[in-house]
């Protein structure tokens, strides 16, 4: 049996909840890298919260709620 779990880099998915910034959203996406996940958020934000542009304050708010899985 070969080991082939090095192969693929979605080993550690980053994740998020709404949640942890926006008290109340029930949102949560995932995506292999952080900056798939950013994007996710910064549409999520758009749509649903309005936000037109993600502000340096909110990216570092959200990164700080991202973990890996």
Known sequence: MSEQKHEHEHD???HVACNAVVPGCSFTASAATEEELMQ???????HAHGV???SPELAAQV???IQSR
């Open 52 to 54: 037109a542009e993600v």
């Open 12 to 14: 550690s998915e980053k």
């Open 40 to 46: 996710k958020v910064a549409e999520h934000a758009a």
């Open 63 to 65: 990164r700080a709620a």
